[in-house]
């Protein structure tokens, strides 16, 4: 199994942050086998493009809440990883 599980919603409160707020927390590593998505569909136009990182951020965005890692946004990063072979991910974590 790649992920812990698999979603659908953001079950967590909106958090208000902008790109240039994500952009401040650190990133850090974090396992694949410890995020649950919110996205269950991806566009695979977008995981096989060369230039998939070239408009957004380098990092995948995790909110923890609750005690739970949820991948927000950054799908298509964290499966190219699993892909590769790797069970780790650079994510900037932000704890709700």
Not at 1 to 15: C, E, L, Q, T
């Amino acid at each position: 199994m790649i992920f812990k599980a698999v979603g659908d919603s953001r079950p967590y409160p909106d958090h208000g942050y902008t790109g240039r707020q994500w952009s401040e927390v650190p990133p850090r590593l974090v396992r694949l086998d410890e995020l649950v998505t919110t996205k269950r569909e991806l566009d695979l136009h977008q995981l096989l493009a060369e230039d998939s990182t070239f408009y957004g951020d380098l990092f995948a965005h995790v909110v923890e809440w609750e005690g739970t890692l949820y991948l927000e946004d950054g799908l298509h990063r964290a499966l190219r990883a699993a892909l590769q072979q790797r069970p780790t991910l650079h994510a900037r974590v932000l704890s709700l």
